[in-house]
């Protein structure tokens, strides 16, 4: 069943959305993520992408409270991300509510904890954070930028166990451009044991369409929803099709 997982980012508690991961261009859309997270559980969505983006920075939790105020007030199973950099911060998630948490940063720097955590939790838990800038590995946020390859580096992990992971191609991110459809079919040509969820650049709901066609596990609406272009009516229905 494909899935669709709309996104919530947080700064300073706040729903926000960036542009191409860019700290500076920040838009506020709702002060309350709580209420964001109900109304997608009205329209009978069942997932929730939710990201610390403070977290990234910090490289430890912050927004954990609205993590639990979330999990708390909602059914959605929620994947976390965002400053899940150590065990105390992975414990953190998963005792405030989390359903999985996303490893991204982390596991580029330092996959043996990583792999630890498949073995520990499970790899229905771990979900990686594989975001590209030219196909290779972007990390922190996308501050930074590695000399991984992001097929190499897929296909690494998928040999320790892992299962899922959700990639951005940084270029397309905020720009509501369409996602990067070629990323994704490389990604699965390559490592097609990986259940793979696609997010940014969905634009309109013909690029949810073509995702599902092409057999992904899922993808991560953000922009699009909170600009306009994809309504909570859509999306509803969409998930209901889904299903």
């Not at 009978?44 to 007030?73: C, P």
């Not at 498949?118 to 800038?133: H, M, V």
């Not at 166990?161 to 070629?182: E, H, M, R």
């Not at 073509?210 to 991560?220: D, H, K, P, S, T």
């Amino acid at each position: 069943m494909f899935q669709l997982i709309p996104a919530i980012d947080l700064i300073n508690g706040q729903c926000v959305r960036l542009t191409q991961g860019d700290y500076g261009q920040k838009t506020v859309y709702s002060e309350d993520p709580l209420e964001i997270a109900k109304a997608f559980e009205g329209a009978g969505i069942q997932r929730l992408h939710l990201v610390d983006l403070d977290g990234a920075k910090a490289k430890k939790i912050v927004n954990a409270a609205v993590l639990e105020r979330i999990a708390s007030n909602t059914s959605l199973h929620i994947d976390f991300g965002g400053g899940v950099q150590s065990d105390e911060m992975i414990d953190t998630a998963f005792s405030a509510g989390a359903a999985q948490i996303t490893a991204g940063s982390i596991a580029v720097r330092n996959p043996a904890l990583v792999c630890e955590w498949l073995q520990k939790y499970g790899s229905e838990k771990i979900i990686l954070g594989a975001d590209a800038q030219n196909e290779m590995i972007a990390v922190s946020g996308w501050q930074e930028n590695s000399n991984i390859s992001i097929f190499d580096f897929l296909q690494d992990y998928t040999s320790k166990g892992a299962k899922y992971v959700i990639s951005t191609d940084v270029a397309k991110d905020g720009l509501l451009q369409g996602p990067s459809f070629d990323l994704y079919e490389k990604i699965q040509a390559s490592s097609p044991s990986l259940s793979v969820i696609a997010s940014g650049g969905v634009a309109c709901m013909e690029d949810l369409v073509r995702l599902r066609e092409m057999n992904l596990f899922g993808v991560i609406v953000g922009k699009a929803f909170y600009e306009g272009r994809i309504s909570l009516a859509d999306l509803a229905k969409f998930s209901a099709a889904a299903c």
